[in-house]
Each structure stands twice: as C-alpha cells, then as structure tokens.
C-alpha cells in the first residue's frame, strides 16, 4: 500500500490540471460573447441618451444591482470601455458594502462559478490527500513493517537517461520512508488547511482560481522535494517550490510599495525572492556536481555508501556545505534571509504555507534526507550547519522584538525557529557521542513548528481580514491593534496557543521539540551552542507574547491586560467567517498534542532513543530551559499588559543607547540596505566599469576597423583615374618591378 | 656567325617596347591601337622565332610539339584582327559620341 503513495504526489498535480484546463476554460467559454448595450430613452435631455446608457455586464456582475448604477454613472461610452469599467464597476459595489477600499490589488463583487468549483476542487483533492497520508503515517506506527521503516519503499522509477557504459544515471525516482512520510503528513494537512481558510481570505479576490491553480503546483513541487529519491529530483522540485512561490508571492501585482512601512512592493517581493534562492541555488547545484563527479551517482541511497569511500574528507566536506548553500537560501538562513520578510506581501495564507511546510521546509528537509553525507562529511560541515542555525536563530529573535509589523514578527520568528532546526540537524552528529539521534531532533522540531506556525500565520490572516473589513485598509501594524481578544476569540485563543507552544510553554508541543534540541547541545558540550539557543528561547517568548498582547490585548485589558482593552484602530473588528476559524481550531491541536509523539526520533532512525517523560522532569537542563523561556513571558508580560506604553515608549526614546539599539534592530541590523549599497556600488558600478570597456574597447576597435577601411577608401580612390593608359603604366610599371625582383633573387640568391 | 635567337629576340623586346610605348603615350586611340599591335607581332616574332630555332637544333622531338610556337603565332594574329576589329569598332562608335578619339578625355569610369 505505501507504493500507491505516489498517488499523494500526483494529487495537487491533477488539481492543478483541473483549474487551469478545466474549470477556468469552463469559465471563460461560458462568458457571455458580447456585451450588450441597452438604451432607456426619456430622460429627455440631450445627454440622457449617453447618461442611461445601461452596460449589461457579465452575468455575475449582472446579478448585482449595485454594479449596473455604478456603471451607469460612470457613463460607460461604448462596449470598448467595458473592461475598464468592470473593476469600477467592482469597486463600486464595494462601496455599498463598506466604504472605499485603498488596496490596489483587484477584487470582483461575485466570484464566478469556475472559481468557486476551482476551490471546491483544490480542496477536495487536497483532503483526499491529506486523509491518505495520515492513514499512511498511522499504519506505518501501528502496524510496523520493518523493511519498510529501514529502507522505505519506492514509488516510481523512470529511466530518464542513461549514459552509454551504465555510468552515471539520470534517474526520476520517487521514494518514500519514514521521513517523507513524517514530512509529507505535515504538507499535505497544512496544504489542506491553507486550501481551506484560503476560501474565506481570499472570497473576493479577482484571482481565486489561479491562486487555487497555484497553491496546488506550490504544494505538488513540495511533494517532488519529499518523494525525491536522488539530487536530480530534489533539484528539479527545489526549482519548482522557487517559481510557485515566486508566483505566489507576487500574487498582488498591482499592489504599490509602501515605503513608509518598509514594504516592498508584491512584484519586487517575489523577484527577490527568487533571486535570493538563486544565490544559494549556485553553491547547491556544484554541491552536487562535486558529488556527482566522484560518485558517477545521484541517487541518496548509493551516495551513502559511495561518497564516503570514493571522496577524501575534505572533498565531502566541501560539497556538503556547498549543498547547505541551497537549504541556507531556501530556508533563509542568513546571510540569504532577506527574501523571508519580504516575502510577507504575499497573500497571508500563502505566507502560512511558505513558513509552515512548503519553502522553508524545504531546505531543513534536505538537509535531514542527505544527512547521513552530512555525518561523514565530518565535524565541519555539521559545525558549519549548527552555527549557521545558531546564529540566524540569535540574529532573527533579536530583530523580531522591535518589530511593529505583526506578520513581519512572524516571518523573524520562522527565520529563528528554522535556525534552531539547524541547530537542531548539526548538533545531532556533532560531539563525540554516539550518533544516533539521526535527523531526528530538527526533523521534530520542523514538524511541530509547522503546526503551531501555521496556526501562527492564519491566525494573522485571520486578524487582517478582520482589520480590512472594519477599517477598508490594510493594516498590519500592531500599534494600530490591540483589545482583539474579545472581538474575535477563537482567532486570539488558538494564537494564544500557538504563541505559548511557540514560546516553549511546559506540555505545548514547542515545548518537547525546542527543549530537545536546546537539551542536546549541552549534552554533546557544545556551550557555545547552548548558550545562544538558550537567550533566543527566551527572546522567543519575549516577542510572541509581545506580539499577542500588543494585537489582542493591552494594559487596560481583562486578566492583567492580557484579554482585550483599548482598540487603537478604527471601525469594529469581528471575528472571520467559519471557513477561516474552522483551520485554526484544527490547528491548534496538533499544535499542543504534536510534541507527544516520543517516539519520533525512532520512527526516523529505528536505533534513536525514545524520548522519556521522566527523564525530560529530572534532567535539570529542562528547568533551566522552561525558566528562560516564563522569564521571556514574563519581562514581555511585564513590559506590554502592565507598563504605562507612553512611558515606555518614553524612556526608550530618551535613552541613547537604548534608542540606538532600537533602531538598529528594528532596520533589521540595515542587512537590507548593506545589499542595496552593495547592488548600487558593487554590481552596478563593476557593471559601468563593463559598459565602458564595451563602449571603448569592443565598440572602439570594429568602429575603429571600419573607419580604417573608410579613410583609406576616401583617398585611395584617387588612383582610380579612369584613363587606360594610366593602368597600362601601372601595370607595367609592375611588371617590370617584378622582373627586376626575380632577376636580383636568380643572379644572386638563387646560387 | 649568323643570325641567332638572340638577334630575334632583341628585336621582339626592341618591337614590344615600341608598342608599349605608342600604347601608353599616345593621346589618338586609333594610335593606342597600332601600339597595342605592334606589341602583338613583337610577341609572335618571338613565338616563332624560338619554335624556328627550336627545330634547328633537332632534340629528336615530334614534329607538331616543334610547330607550338608557329601555330600559337597563328592563333594571336587571328584574335588580333577580331580584336582590332572590334576595337576599330568601339572607337567608331565613341567619336560618333563624343566627337573624340583622345584617349585623356575618355575618362568616364575614374572616382
């Protein structure tokens, strides 16, 4: 049964298929040919005949009376004008329903029924899925195969091409074990949820089905990663999560930058994006060739045994932190995590799916699939992997406690929690103990982090709609927030949820995860290590509950300022409708009971440990570890639910150093402007210094060949006198030159 | 001593050199054309005269690869009188033209 997984992988492929051939042409052939133009007569005045001139819009458009007056009254002059006047016409209707809306991106008044089908059908096809791959996930636990959980089973196998000789191959195979089937659970329930709530966020937006179309290639090219039974496969899926999420990311073209919030515009999000990875992409890709040039091979399973026999240490070494490259872009590790932030523009159910299980996902993934390669590599490679996680970690948690913008906090906080995965990944081969956790610890930690980041992020989406339909804005300052609670409680008690699995509450499944990992470095020794990923649990907690009091509390709330008070917004916020609450109830589920899955670590590598309740109640690194992160809650409980904001915000701005500090962290540490100036300078300046070269060098020397040839045209030609005899001259002339030559060359050189 | 090639091919140089220089000097084109004769037969004084003296000394040759320069001789006076006829013919038509036939003024095709 685990063959017909394969089934999973296909699923959001057939999906997508279905939008894009089947019902968005549904819906373009059954849009009406023509527009038909209808003339009342008897307004009597001379315009009347211009003025009531009725377009008869699309059926959909037809059926809302509000879009034919608000065409009306534009005027519309001709059926030419009619596409122009179909968004007005929109925009118009909106008006009825709550005032002007300052967002660019197009929205329609009534979603066409290919739409609608379109979301019926990404979901459906996704819940199928997402049913399957439980199934799958449960079976293989409770009624355990044991070939199964040692080698996985393979899926599909295609000769692609083969070199003459048999060596090298170039194989498209997919494969399934232990750890796709953990990852593929987590992607397709997320992919589920995000198809789901997508059906409330995204309920008027001109794109509904494409952006249905695309969440299936997203999560279809997530699905390639974790089948990939080789490089070959891993790369091609690697580039496909790349140009989804570059498509979804700048879903919103029309939107504008905004400046003075630091944000960029959707289309300037997704280029950078893209090109971001396509930095990491460069050192993946030779990681890859390294390897495969000494190991003629792909494939994971062979590159195991192979690499370490064939490759001298440092060699491997080498390529594996070449091909950490790809996962530090593709998770966003600094120094390639400038996309991340960016990527915010996007959609927020998008966002969910990047941060949560598809993109970033993709990179820790990797790194656990060839993890075995990581551990022969030696302590390099894998010390490269925890200090790069270590460091983001420390970097990101630093940036997110300042931050105003809510999703901007949880994009730093992905960065973190995707540095301890790392951490995570790195610290299970490093120190001289036994190596048997495997992947494990990051691989835990991916998989609960999914849930309750997920949770995190449609919660957001959650409040932002929220704030869109009360203010007709978007607004996604948290200083324009506050006393959320109340009005819309499922949304803040699921984040509240989150936030403290996030935070590293006791028995939340953050909790378990984090706890490992923080707990794992001091055990291999590695205090350096220890030390960091200690302070960020407790910056964690520090900005997730700054984040949830600033939205949904405030100091003059209920239970100490914790549950609503003063909201600083406009308008009256209510809670979303069912489609996008239903999610985050689902969600916060696994997002306290995920961690409790103990044996985890055996499930991926059957000789792990198990991890034991009592000894995670005595060991000591526990407390210390549960204690930093309650400080955490507690300075930010402190800071934001009991402290007079005014004299905070006070004292920090009369402080230098405190106010400096501020600054730097909240420009995030000016890593975006160093690139800018290093873009402007560096690449633009080398590329003057390249034009000049072209400009005088190449251009130069065929405009100086042909002006040559021009100069010396122009006043040779005067030879050319049209008079025979002259030839004759010249010719003979010649002749006789010649004679003379070859009679010196006879009478003297010749003897 | 007697006449030898070299008598002739003095001649043939002395002849070739006089053609050339009525062909080049000359401003009539009628006279351009006596040069370029006078070079013609200059040629086949010497064709002939080295066939001649050829066959005197007798290496035992065949008779026709002894005749070459006779029958070359014979090729160049022929395509010499097609060649002054139509040259004859060209100058005709030019001064019917041009009311000229001085070769300086015939300057059409220059720059």
Redesign the interface.
Known sequence: MYQYSGLILFAPLLSFVIIVFGTRVWDMLSRPKKVQLTTHDGHGSGEGHEQGAHVGVELAFASVPAVATAATARGAKDATAHAEDQAAAAHGAHLDDHGEDDDEDPKVAHLSQGAVVSGYVGVGIMLLAAVYSWYLLLYSIFVPDQNFLKNGTDVFSYDWLRQVGGAGDYVIAFHIDTLGLAMLVVVTTVSLLVHFYSQGYMEDSAGYARFYAYLALFTFSMLVIVFAQNFLVIFIGWELVGLSSYLLIGFWINKKAKPDEQRPSPSNAAMQAFVTNRVGDVGFIIGIMILFANTGTFDFATLFVKAPHVMSQGLLATAMILVFCGAVGKSAQVPLHVWLPSAMEGPTPVSALIHAATMVAAGVYMVARVFPLFVSAGPVALGTVAWVGAITALFAATIALVQSDFKRVLAFSTISQLGYMFVGLGISGLGNSDLTYGAGPGMFHLFTHAFFKALLFLGAGSVLHSLHHATHKEVQDMRLMGGLGPKMPITAITWLIATLSISGFPFLSGFYSKDTIIGLTAERGQWGLYIITLGTAGLTAFYMLRAFILAFGGTDGKYGGLWGGTYRGVGDPHESPRTMTIPLVLLAIPSIIAGYWFGFFQYLSPKAPIISFTELLTNPLTYIGTAVSLLGLGVAYFMYARLNQEKLHNFVENNAALRTVHRILYNRYYVDEFYNWLIKYGVLGLSHVEQAFDTYIIDGVVNGVARLVTTLGRDI??T??????SY??GF?GGVAVLTAVVLVLVTYVAK | MGLTLNHFLVLGAMLFCIG?YG???KRNAIA?LMGIEIMLNAVNITMVAFSFFNHVKGNGLDLSSLLTGQIFAIFIITVAAAEAAVALAMVISIYRKRDTVD??E??????
């Open positions: 030609r005067y050319e006198t049209g008079r025979v005899q004759m001259i003979f | 050339l062909a080049i000097a351009v070769v300086s015939i300057d059409m095709m220059k720059w």
